[in-house]
């Protein structure tokens, strides 16, 4: 979400209700016909980033499974997207979690603690 500020130019306002921590997970998305299997950017309680050069169109749901050992496999919907010609950043897209359990949940935030924790994840 953009507004503009009192000088004219377009301030980018925070959304986010989740801290993120930077991740180099791998992680298979499965959506659209589609299967790609990519690099986790940052990873959250709420969603993560998948870095990828061929995202999803926004507001299409998809299944991730991602995680070291015991994986984590959850529905996600891409609330945004990124492509090659971006400037803000890599190629990607952002996935927000859906419909979340409360075993999910624990899982995923194990997960964002123990990636937070590693040196150069």
């Known amino acids: 979400m953009h ?14 209700k989740f801290n993120r921590v930077v991740s180099k997970l791998r992680c298979w998305c499965e959506g659209e016909n ?24 926004n507001g299409s749901t998809a ?10 496999e959850a529905a996600a919907a891409v609330v945004w997207s990124r ?3 971006g400037d803000e950043g890599p190629p990607g897209m ?5 419909d979340l359990n409360d075993a999910l949940k ?6 964002v603690s123990e990636q937070g924790t590693k040196k150069g994840a």
Do not use: C, M, W
């Not at 589609?34 to 169109?57: C, D, K, Q, W």
């Not at 624990?106 to 997960?111: D, V, Y």
């Open 3 to 16: 507004l503009f500020s009192h000088t004219g130019g377009l301030k980018l306002v925070e959304n986010r």
């Open 34 to 57: 589609v299967t790609l299997y990519a690099r986790i950017g940052n990873l959250s309680e709420g969603g993560l980033f998948l870095r990828t050069s061929t995202p999803l169109a």
């Open 63 to 72: 299944r991730v499974r991602f995680g070291d050992g015991t994986a984590v």
């Open 83 to 85: 492509g090659l010609d």
């Open 94 to 98: 952002g996935l927000k979690f859906l």
């Open 106 to 111: 624990e899982q995923i935030k194990a997960l």
